[in-house]
């Protein structure tokens, strides 16, 4: 078994030394936290699930010109990816009042946003990931103004992509979570989308049902995380075993599915 060097260990994935420089393998872990990892738990075969989910996810962003850190699948839980500078930024886009902001504004949950709205949390646990604006990002040099224009585009490009991705197999999305990248060729540096985008760092609702289908499941102690992402998996068409994935595509939901329905 050949020895690879471990960059990073975070609560849900591990980064090592990829085969050429500037890249590294990103392997999706089992563990589950929240609540900046004051719970934790670990639930066999999520890093499998959300692997094969953040692919499909980051492939069909690329298609429609999203720059991606994303190269290719290894193996169930690893995908080689291009390394980047983080910004150490999470970008948070809402469409719906859930979680942190209907506490803070005293909005019902479920309640339909006038528009799509963009939050900056700084990256940083032992601070708990606080909140920031944009004068704190460039204040303390976090990201240029341009950047943050930039991110924000994307952002706001990603979340329509997104919001059509979903709705077409029954899901609302509610909100999500996404990093970006400084990533330089040529003395040319371009903002690319990096980390993941899986049903850990969205909000997704089954619009026939309410049920969600994401990790608020973890967080509130709803049980069933495991079956949630699996119909996530399914729905989007992407297998959870070995197979490749043939261009099977996202498969219409016509009425009702329960997240405890079989997954194939
Ligand atoms: N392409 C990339 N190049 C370099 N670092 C990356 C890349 N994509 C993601 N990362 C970083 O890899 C780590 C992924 O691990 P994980 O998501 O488990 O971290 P975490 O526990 O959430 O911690 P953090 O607070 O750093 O995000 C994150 O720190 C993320 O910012
Ligand atoms: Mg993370």
């Known amino acids: 078994m050949n020895r690879r060097r471990r960059i990073y260990e975070g609560k849900a994935k591990v980064l090592y030394e990829g085969p050429e420089p500037g890249t590294l393998i990103q392997h ?61 930024l999470e970008v948070v886009v809402r469409n719906v009042a859930a979680g942190s902001l209907a506490t803070r504004l005293g909005l019902e949950e479920g309640t339909q946003l006038p528009r799509s709205i963009i939050e900056f949390y700084y990256k940083d646990d032992a601070l708990g990931d606080p909140m920031v604006s944009e004068e704190h990002i460039t204040a303390f040099g976090w990201a240029a103004p341009q950047e943050i224009d930039e991110i924000m585009q994307l952002a706001l490009r990603i979340n329509d992509f997104l919001v059509g991705l979903f709705l077409g197999i029954g899901i609302r999305l509610v909100d999500f979570k996404v990093e970006f990248g400084r990533l330089w060729e040529n003395d040319q540096m371009r903002i690319v989308l990096a980390d993941e ?68």
């Open 197 to 264: 985008i899986s049903p850990d760092c969205c909000r997704l609702w089954d619009i026939a049902t309410s049920d969600k289908l994401d990790k608020d499941r973890f967080r509130r102690d709803l049980g069933g995380l495991l079956e949630a992402y699996q119909e996530v998996a399914r729905r989007l068409g992407v297998f959870t075993d070995n197979r490749p994935v043939k261009g099977l595509g996202p498969v219409l939901v016509a009425s009702n599915p329960s997240v405890n329905g079989k997954p194939n």
């Open 28 to 88: 999706f872990k089992d563990d589950a936290t929240a609540f900046n990892a004051q719970k934790h738990a670990l639930i066999d075969g999520k890093g499998v699930l959300n692997n094969r989910i953040s692919e499909y996810i980051f492939l069909r962003l690329g298609e429609i010109g999203v720059p991606t850190h994303f190269m290719r699948r290894l193996n169930m839980r690893e995908q080689l990816i291009r390394e980047v500078e983080i910004v150490p």
